[in-house]
């Protein structure tokens, strides 16, 4: 049996905890009534794993740990696929970032 390096034993381990978080997020919103997870297709699906998991990469744990993703609605969920479009296959904005933690935090400014 090859011989695992430290390094790649942890970056193993922080896949499999984004994926954990991301997919306990997903959990979160599929049981949302105002998301209607119905109403999104299966590349939808596969875009918001992908911007969680990127969102969850770059954010402080503390502030993850504090959205509250069964609260999101669709318009919400909408708003979110629609910010990490651009950026499909690279990384998100800051700009990107900062309007998608809004969302997440529910803290937008009422227009």
Do not use: C
């Not at 998301?35 to 503390?62: H, K, P, Q």
């Not at 696929?81 to 990107?96: C, D, E, H, I, Y």
């Amino acid at each position: 049996m090859p011989h695992t390096s430290d390094e790649e034993l942890g970056r193993r381990r922080f896949q499999l905890f984004r994926e954990q978080a991301v997919e306990a997020a997903i959990d979160k919103i599929r049981r949302a009534p105002a998301a209607e997870w119905l109403a999104f297709s299966n590349n939808d699906y596969s875009r918001l794993r992908e911007i969680l998991g990127e969102l969850w990469t770059r954010l402080e744990r503390e502030k993850w740990d504090r959205y509250a993703f069964s609260t999101l609605t669709r318009q919400d969920l909408q708003e979110l696929l629609a910010l990490g479009s651009p950026a499909q296959g690279r990384t998100l904005s800051p700009s990107a970032l900062e309007k998608m933690d809004a969302i997440l935090s529910h803290s937008r400014s009422a227009s």
